[in-house]
């Protein structure tokens, strides 16, 4: 399988090339040249399997012949081993067809680790039989970074550093990034704003003697290993339901359109669904887009989900080539008018992605209303994120059953549960002596000279 850039200019590249690359050099985004696809009688046939075989014949195509069947499975195994749910991803009953898709069992208590924890294993693969080392540096609002470090920490052919905001993460996520005690990842707390900390990122990067010295990577959202992993679960809950031979639905709460993404590609690849709803917070931004075709920023304005609070969502691009006919020249325009204010879509484009995509949106209100009505009509605690998606997933009932993805655990929001339900969400029994562990934090000015000193001196290479 080969991977071309969403502007056309880059070098194509293989599954591992892109994996490894992150980013496209020409500032696109890598998506596979076709997206294979399952015949109905393939995708009855994953009904009731464990979720790390759905895993491998869902992801095997798109890996092409990087690894051997038995290499491929032993990293999906390695994996997944550390989600704390024997089922994985399991589904359980909100109300008459409604579902919730639970993605929160893995080790930092969000959906990010299904991919993070895999593409942790990929690299190790890769990179230790390529003989190399890679330096990762990431930024974070909370939830991609820890995932980040519990995936990588302890790996031999990778120096993790994490960029987060001082003093504006919550408290549980701040936890998860500062007590792994391995030598090989580094939480760094930076003066300023999560925008600061992935501004210094970005200036990193196109640093390009430094990107080439420490041997920079990214595995940001971005990263199309990272979509991958999360298709596979639209598979395992749709079939859980009795698709291929009925259609379902899924409410997705979405920021940088990654995770809904890869249900757009579940759909592509065969699985009969009928609706993909975007649900998004108060920062409406795909809401607006996907109503009225302007696609025009205006400021984030903080809330109670704020793995959601995002005014540029970075994966839309992978849809917009696809609904402009792959062609790149047309996204590299319209990426310019979004440095230039913003673009609005053409009528054909917003057609076809009116026909699969609905969208809605919820006030810090609406979700707070949602969280506590949720916990008296059906026992569920929900964290915020996944509150926005019930509440937009309520309006859009119907004869399908609706699946929500439940991105969070609701312990990992402890003060806005609190808030909306009187109730304190306790962490899983693994977890509970997160506030006991000690700490190991690197507070960081936002410079770039010095950060780029700090990541010479404490990588391993
Ligand atoms: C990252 C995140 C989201 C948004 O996911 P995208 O793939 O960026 O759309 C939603 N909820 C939680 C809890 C998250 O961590």
Same mark, same amino acid.
């Given at each position: 399988m080969r991977y071309h850039s969403t502007r056309g200019k880059a070098p194509v590249l293989s599954f591992e090339d892109a994996m490894l690359t992150g980013l496209a050099r020409d500032g696109g985004l890598y998506i596979p040249e076709t997206v294979p696809t399952l015949s109905s009688d393939q995708i009855a046939d =994953?009904? *009731?399997?464990p979720y790390e075989e759905i895993a491998f014949r869902i992801m095997r195509p798109f890996v092409g012949d990087a690894f051997t069947g038995e290499e491929f499975a032993g990293i999906i195994g390695r994996a997944y081993a550390n989600i704390g749910h024997d089922a994985r991803a399991p589904l359980v009953q909100l109300g008459p067809n409604h579902f919730l898709l639970e993605l929160f069992h893995g080790p930092t208590l969000a959906f990010k680790d299904f991919a993070m924890q895999l593409i942790g294993q990929l690299f190790e693969f890769s990179l230790k039989r390529r003989g190399r080392k890679v330096t990762i540096v990431g930024a974070t609002s909370g939830d991609t970074g820890s995932a980040a470090i519990e995936a990588f920490? *302890? =790996?031999?052919a990778v120096d993790v550093f994490i960029l987060y905001p001082h003093g504006r993460v919550s408290e549980v996520q701040r936890r998860q990034m500062t007590t +792994? /005690?391995?030598?090989n990842v580094h939480a760094l707390a930076m003066d300023g704003h999560f925008d600061d900390c992935q501004a210094r990122l970005k200036d990193m990067f196109n640093d390009h003697a430094f990107r080439d010295e420490v041997s920079l990577a990214g595995v940001n959202s971005i990263n199309w290993a990272r979509v991958l992993a999360q298709v596979v679960y639209y598979f395992s809950a749709a079939t859980s339901l009795g698709a291929p031979h009925r259609s379902v639905s899924f409410t997705v709460p979405t920021g940088n359109f990654g995770d809904i993404f890869a249900g757009y590609i579940a759909r592509q690849m065969g699985l009969p669904i009928d609706k993909l709803i975007v649900a998004t917070n108060q920062n409406d931004i795909l809401h607006r887009c996907l109503t009225t075709g302007a696609y025009i920023p205006d400021g984030v304005t903080p809330s &109670?989900? +704020? /793995?959601?609070? &995002?005014?540029? /969502? /970075?994966?839309f691009e992978r849809v917009l080539f696809d609904v402009y006919d792959r062609d790149g020249a047309a996204i590299s325009q319209l990426m310019d008018e979004l440095k230039g204010g913003g673009f609005k879509l053409s009528q054909g484009a917003l057609a076809r992605l009116s026909d699969i995509f609905v969208s809605g949106r919820a006030s810090e209100d609406e979700t707070k209303a949602v969280m506590k009505d949720m916990q008296k009509r059906s026992g569920e605690i929900l964290c915020p994120h996944s509150a926005v998606g019930v509440k937009v997933a309520n309006e859009n009932l119907g004869k399908s059953p609706m699946i929500t993805l439940a991105t969070a655990h609701p312990a990992k929001f402890p003060d806005a549960v609190e808030e909306a339900t009187g109730t304190r969400p306790p962490l899983p029994l693994w977890l509970a002596d997160l506030y006991e562990r000690p700490e190991r934090i690197t507070r960081v000015e936002n410079d770039l000279a010095s950060l780029e000193t700090l990541i010479r001196e404490r990588r391993k290479a």
């Open positions: =994953l009904a *009731g399997r920490r *302890g =790996l031999d +792994p /005690s391995e030598g &109670i989900s +704020p /793995s959601m609070d &995002i005014q540029v /969502s /970075s994966n």
